[in-house]
């Protein structure tokens, strides 16, 4: 089983739904993240997680929220979905240190219509 | 203009070749560097870091950084079909919470 399980991998949905796209590891990281990737742009972050309790908004963080329901468990939310955010979703974990290194899940492709 | 800039090619060699990717960046407060390898359909995955300036080598790939003209490189010897994928660069001032700044990336394609 993969260290980092996100659910959907894929998902069509409508302009102005409601989107959750959820994210498990198993890594034992306190540190998460959602990124979104388009092509040419790279990963932008979105949100991230120190712990349970914190919270932080990353660079791209309009239009979506997060929910950090165990330090397992980190879920992103499109509240009314819309077009441009058709896009390649990615959770990722890391350890505490500063410098360590970011475990993706394999992502989730979202579309809007 | 963005922070970390990388040509999104696609590059295509033959299957021996040597292969350079490059990025460029910004933000002399980056200390951090790391390629990352992303196949189809899959999630990135980390395979070079490296801290301040000079060269790191593991097996057929070397990564190299030069601070005083913002520039990285990623060189792969004897390239293998296997090797195709897209490379993200990475790189971060090493701050608390250490957050990446990834370049767009990089599609590189190996014949046989």
């Known amino acids: 089983d993969a260290d980092v399980t996100q659910t959907p991998r894929n998902r069509i949905t409508k302009t102005g739904k409601r989107i959750m796209l959820e994210c498990s590891q198993t890594k034992g990281h306190d540190r998460m993240y959602w990124y979104r990737q388009d092509p040419g742009l790279g990963l932008r972050l979105i949100y991230y997680s120190f712990d349970v309790k914190d919270i932080n908004k990353g660079e791209i963080s309009d239009g979506y929220s997060v929910s950090r329901q165990a330090q397992a468990k980190f879920s992103l939310s499109l509240e009314s979905a819309i077009p441009n955010q058709t896009a390649l979703y990615f959770c990722?974990?890391?350890?505490?240190?500063?410098?360590?290194?970011?475990?993706f899940g394999e992502g989730s492709r979202l579309t809007v219509l | 203009q963005k922070e970390v800039e990388q040509d999104p090619g696609p590059l295509s060699v033959p299957e021996g070749a040597i292969v350079s990717l490059n990025c460029t960046y910004s933000?002399?407060?980056?200390?951090?560097f790391m390629w990352y390898r992303q196949y189809s359909r899959k999630g990135p995955e980390l395979l070079m870091y490296?801290?301040?300036?000079g060269n790191k080598e593991d097996g057929r790939f070397t990564a190299q950084v030069d601070k005083s003209s913002k520039y990285i490189s990623l060189f792969i010897r004897d390239s293998q079909p296997s090797d195709s994928a897209t490379y993200l660069c990475a790189m971060s001032d090493g701050n608390a919470g250490n957050m990446l700044t990834f370049g767009g990336g990089t599609r590189l394609m190996v014949k046989p």
């Open positions: 933000n002399s407060a980056f200390q951090y």
């Open positions: 990722a974990t890391k350890d505490r240190r500063n410098t360590g290194e970011l475990f």
């Open positions: 490296t801290y301040s300036s």
